[in-house]
């Protein structure tokens, strides 16, 4: 008898990071992206500078062997500020991020689930709040209740996750009469469970997708509140307040926007390419190919 060969499956993200390595501008952006995370978290330990000392009598410089970027106008060292900067814009991006997922995939998977007319009422609410000028929403938020850091994230994140409420319904809506769920409805679980074990678990392809797109939105909101000087307050400083300040001296010291708007740029650049590249590898579609 002819011994039977065993085929071993293949899980859908296994296949996925298959096809995603295949993508070298995907691969290269990841690897890019994961450097500049190392870049602004770990790098102002081996710079001998602080951000905030301040040297008048200095002033601003270009770059120099001593202060590689050069410094700003009150004498403080670039590099070790753009550093820091990039700490404060990636964690605007990432927290808010956060929070627009943890809002967005349960609105929606709770909207799909469920349907007929909750779902009706569900979603014509988020058609109401799509007609709202949310930057200007964010900005009264900001006047209003301060100009704190964590109200910043919170805020932001409650204006991005429309989008995704959207696209997870959508995807549950697909995935409700699957028959794992109706073996789920057959034992007794309460929707509660089925929602938060069963049907989410199984939209994490698209989410993760959206989730890279969303993070360079938000910084650029970020960056665009700080340039209005609602963003980050000083002494702390983001990549978009150090812009706003380049912008400033542009024409005279160019390096104070040079250097964030580069950092600034390939990170966006990176995170959207990433995305694409996600969303081709967790494409059911591009498995048959």
């Known amino acids: 008898m002819a011994e039977e060969e065993l085929v071993q499956g293949s899980s859908l993200w296994k296949d996925a990071w298959s096809r995603l390595k295949k993508n070298t501008l995907a691969v290269v952006s990841l690897i890019i992206f994961l450097l500049i995370v190392v870049f602004c978290v770990v790098g102002p330990v081996f710079v001998p500078y602080d951000s905030q000392?301040?040297?008048?009598?200095?002033?601003?410089?270009?770059?120099?062997?001593?202060h590689w970027f050069g410094t700003d106008t009150l004498g403080r060292d670039l590099l070790v500020r753009t550093m820091e900067g990039g700490r404060i814009s990636l964690m605007v991006g990432l927290v808010a991020t956060v929070v627009s997922l943890a809002i967005g995939v349960i609105y929606g998977a709770t909207a799909g689930y469920l349907g007929g007319r909750v779902d009706a009422a569900m979603m014509r609410f988020v058609d109401l709040l799509y007609a709202l000028p949310f930057t200007i929403f964010v900005i009264l938020l900001m006047v209003a209740f301060g100009r704190s850091m964590w109200l910043m994230f919170v805020a932001i994140g409650a204006v991005e996750w429309l989008s995704m409420a959207r696209i997870v319904r959508s995807g549950v809506m697909g995935l409700k009469k699957q028959e794992f769920v109706e073996a789920a409805v057959s034992l007794g679980y309460s929707h509660k469970r089925i929602i938060l074990r069963h049907l989410i678990p199984n939209v994490l392809g698209p989410v993760i997708v959206i989730a890279t797109l969303t993070v360079p939105a938000v910084m650029l909101l970020e960056a665009f509140l700080s340039f209005l000087g609602l963003g980050v307050q000083p002494p702390n400083a983001s990549w978009g307040v150090l812009i706003n300040e380049g912008q400033q001296n542009m024409e005279i010291f160019p390096w104070l926007l040079i250097f964030p708007a580069f950092f600034f740029a390939l990170t966006l650049f990176c995170l959207n390419f990433l995305g694409d590249g996600l969303r081709d590898a967790l494409d059911p579609k591009s498995a048959k190919d």
């Open 53 to 66: 000392t301040q040297d008048l009598f200095l002033g601003a410089t270009g770059p120099s062997a001593e």
